[in-house]
């Protein structure tokens, strides 16, 4: 294994607790209400307070790892991922629960801007795409490996949660280790310690310095001016439609979802299995071939699917009980991993120019998280309030599909471009 693909796989662990701290919450959120006997709005608090987080985390994202680079940022991360697990396992009141949980979201947040940067600035352009995507890839694999402890954890008692929340304790500090023995991103060097002590860390990943060079000396950089708005406006758009169309709400609470649907207790459990594990293969179809079909082929054709999906689900849902909302779900979330999942961190990595690439992507990340808490908050507070809630919710999930489709129409396509050729053209 080549170390491009060997730092990539070991900061993309980044992504896989990413995931497992997402989906994590779906499996305790029930057991947490009634142990601390919250109301609807509190119980939408406690489930969003990782995501208030990760809001945090993703704002000093960028200006974090602009000042102290790549490598130092993501080992930070690696630390607050392994606190969280083992804060949230021993939590003995809500309140030391909650900060906790703030703590694994402030990782999120980091890794979500942190991570993908790196293994963008590293790639070569030509597997790009793959290199990057393996963050998604992992991301999703940490989803798939939560619910399924989740459900081995689920019939362990009261203090089942405790045992959900506490086993990512073991793959965070095997990231923390391996992050010992990835090099820096070279890019970031060549900005901020020039060429010279760049050059080595370029021939480590077997490329030439000269693809970069137009970076030497280019250093704190403002975002914020006009030549950046389009980019910007790409970034915020496709972050904030990748979560308007439900996808956090479905993953946080699924087991939930489940129940309404009329699937006894012990099934509410095993059905998230199913979602986590499409989610999962079709993100790595996705990623087999964003660099040959290109991201926007993928964001539109995932688009058709998504809203089809959910109308079925919304209907099914307005009906009652429905034996076929296992399928419409899965539908939905192979859809979405096809697509947006696939695409998202990969899309806004590489839309901005080497000078303000951990600034853009910061931009981006926050409006994701943003508008993941707010969806992930209002959903219980809408479906256990108002009467046919769940219908109108997946209802509004899909109308934000079409609007998608209608902005997808205008983006830029950028498979096979180098980051240079990229930032000059958007």
Not at 238 to 266: K, S, T
Not at 305 to 315: I, N, P, T
Not at 393 to 418: D, H, N, Q, R, W
Request: net charge neutral.
């Amino acid at each position: 294994m080549n170390n491009v693909w060997k730092f990539s796989l070991i900061a993309s662990l980044g992504g896989f607790l990413f995931g497992f701290e997402t989906a994590v919450i779906s499996g305790a959120e029930r057991i947490i209400q009634k142990l601390w006997e919250l109301d609807s709005f509190w119980h939408g608090l406690t489930v969003a307070m990782s995501l208030i987080g990760t809001i945090i985390g993703a704002i000093v994202a960028g200006n974090l790892a602009e000042k102290y680079g790549r490598k130092s940022v993501l080992t930070f991360v690696a630390a607050l991922y392994l606190l969280s697990a083992l804060g949230c396992a021993i939590a003995p009141i809500w309140s030391v629960f909650l900060f906790f949980r703030l703590l694994g979201g402030l990782a999120v947040g980091i890794s979500s801007v942190a991570g993908p940067v790196y293994i963008s600035e590293i790639s070569p352009a030509k597997d790009r795409g793959k290199l990057t995507g393996l963050f998604q890839i992992m991301v999703v694999s940490g989803i798939f490996v939560a619910y399924l402890t989740n459900y081995l954890f689920s019939g362990m008692g009261d203090d089942a949660w405790r045992y959900m929340l506490g086993i990512m304790a073991i793959p965070s500090l095997l990231f923390l280790i391996l992050m010992f023995y990835v090099a820096e991103s070279p890019r970031w060097v060549m900005m901020h310690q020039g060429l010279e002590k760049a050059t080595p860390l370029f021939q480590k990943i077997g490329q030439p310095a000269a693809v970069a060079t137009s970076d030497n000396q280019i250093s704190k950089v403002s975002v914020f001016q006009k030549k950046y708005i389009k980019p910007i406006v790409m970034a915020v758009l496709l972050a904030f439609f990748n979560q308007m169309v439900g996808i956090n709400a479905i993953l946080y609470y699924a087991p939930r979802i489940f129940e309404m649907a009329g699937f006894d207790g012990d099934k509410s459990y095993l059905q998230p299995i199913f979602i986590g594990g499409t989610n999962l293969i079709f993100t790595l179809f996705g990623m087999s071939i964003i660099d040959r079909f290109g991201r926007k082929k993928l964001l539109l054709t995932g688009a058709v699917g998504m809203f089809v999906f959910l109308l079925c689900a919304a209907f099914g849902l307005r009906d009652g009980a429905t034996p076929y909302l296992l399928w419409y779900i899965v539908g939905f979330i192979a859809a979405f991993a096809l697509s947006q999942g696939a695409v998202i961190w990969v899309f806004i990595s590489e839309i901005f120019p080497n000078e303000v690439r951990s600034q853009g992507t910061s931009i981006g990340s926050t409006t994701h998280w943003l508008f993941a808490a707010i969806v992930s908050g209002l959903f219980p507070v809408i479906v256990e309030q108002i009467k046919d809630g769940a219908f109108y919710i997946f209802l509004f999930y899909a109308i934000m599909v079409v609007v998608s489709f209608v902005f997808i129409l205008f983006i830029p396509e950028t498979k096979g471009k180098s980051l240079e050729e990229i930032g000059d053209t958007i």
